[in-house]
């Protein structure tokens, strides 16, 4: 069974540049989920996907954080503009359903430095 | 707001003693609790859980204990093996939206 897939691993841009990052859950996957690590801290959550609906987005900063899941499959997390505090892993996991009170499966992380 | 803690951000163990990572959470709703295992490079990956009604969950060398009044709960790793050293993550779950909180990690560096 293949993993959840990210990419790019590994993204170094300036302040105020743009990036995006795509994530591919494991297939049948209903429940996606975006997380930031910044060094030193646990995952923190910024966005929950149920199919191609937002389940929670409270943490999500919106005035330069946007994520979508179209067709309830991949998706991406864009940030623009970023900013020096930005630099962090992204995470993407996925479960089987909302309710789901076992694991999530996690991707590898997109590594992202702003300069 | 940071619900769950875990104060020691680093712990080394010797090769076949025991391992205790410790965590801690202040929301008395949370109804389910997991560890993971992260690998420097790699994402975290699912090591054991325990759901709220039980006190123990054992799977080979990994137990976790949970103490529901005191919001503690640890893993104990028994014996510790050089392949355990990783950072270690506690998470909860929050029974409206499945919501999974985090605390921050330890690493465990296990010496042969």
């Known amino acids: 069974e293949a993993g959840v897939a990210q990419s790019p691993r590994y993204k170094i841009i300036e302040k105020r540049q743009s990036v995006a990052f795509w994530c591919n859950p494991i297939?049948?996957?209903?429940?996606l989920y975006w997380y930031q690590q910044i060094l030193g801290q646990g995952p923190k959550l910024l966005i929950q996907?149920?199919?191609?609906?937002?389940?929670?987005d409270s943490q999500l900063p919106k005035d330069r954080f946007s994520a979508e899941r179209l067709k309830g499959v991949d998706s991406t997390l864009k940030i623009q503009p970023a900013k020096l505090e930005d630099s962090a892993v992204y995470l993407c996991?996925?479960?089987?359903?909302?309710?789901?009170?076992?694991?999530?499966?996690f991707g590898e992380g997109s590594r992202l430095t702003v300069l | 707001d940071q619900q769950v803690k875990q104060n020691s951000p680093s712990l080394s163990v010797q090769e076949g003693r025991i391992s205790i990572l410790n965590c801690d959470y202040t929301?008395?709703?949370?109804?389910?609790f997991l560890w993971y295992k992260k690998y420097p490079a790699e994402g975290p990956t699912f090591l054991i859980s325990?759901?709220?009604?039980?006190d123990k969950n054992e799977d080979g060398r990994f137990t976790v204990f949970l103490n529901k009044s005191a919001k503690h709960l640890s893993l104990h790793i028994v014996p510790s093996q050089p392949g355990d050293s990783a950072v270690y993550f506690c998470?909860?779950?929050?029974?409206?939206?499945?919501?999974?909180?985090f605390g921050t990690g330890t690493s465990l560096t296990v010496i042969p």
């Open positions: 996991a996925s479960s089987l359903s909302r309710l789901n009170t076992g694991e999530l499966f």
């Open positions: 297939s049948g996957h209903a429940t």
């Open positions: 996907f149920q199919n191609n609906g937002v389940v929670d």
């Open positions: 929301n008395s709703m949370f109804d389910y």
């Open positions: 325990i759901s709220s009604i039980k």
């Open positions: 998470a909860a779950i929050h029974p409206t939206g499945n919501q999974f909180y």
